[in-house]
Nanobody, 116 residues
Framework: QVQLVESGGGLVQPGGSLRLSCAAS????????MSWYRQAPGKERELVAF????????MYADSVKGRFTISRDNAKNTVYLQMNSLKPEDTAMFYC?????????WGQGTQVTVSS
């Protein structure tokens, strides 16, 4: 069955970096577009970054452009989110997402906290 497992979150100071990983099983990431979302307390879940199935197209929320980079490693069947220049407003639970046959699959999330 489809499974997404996020990791790499943690506590980081403003200006710091983290790399999130999303290990996929039950499907091949290179065949599907993949996304990262985040949800801060009291706010709706929002799309942060998207990568096309070919990897040739990426898209970012305006709030993270120039700071975050989405990528994939097909050999490891894993998608990454490199986050640099982190700000306190980036604090949120981050989720990996894939849509297969019009059904959305989510991981359990990984918490990112940016604080001094």
């Amino acid at each position: 069955q489809v499974q997404l497992v996020e990791s790499g979150g943690g506590l980081v100071q403003p200006g710091g970096s983290l790399r999130l990983s999303c290990a996929a099983s039950g499907f091949t990431v290179s065949n599907y577009a993949m996304s990262w979302y985040r949800q801060a307390p009291g706010k709706e879940r929002e799309l942060v970054a998207f990568i096309s199935s070919t990897g040739g197209s990426t898209m970012y929320a305006d709030s993270v452009k120039g700071r975050f980079t989405i990528s994939r490693d097909n050999a490891k069947n894993t998608v990454y989110l490199q986050m640099n220049s982190l700000k306190p407003e980036d604090t949120a639970m981050f989720y990996c997402n894939v849509r297969i046959l019009q059904r959305a699959f989510w991981g359990q999330g990984t918490q990112v906290t940016v604080s001094s």
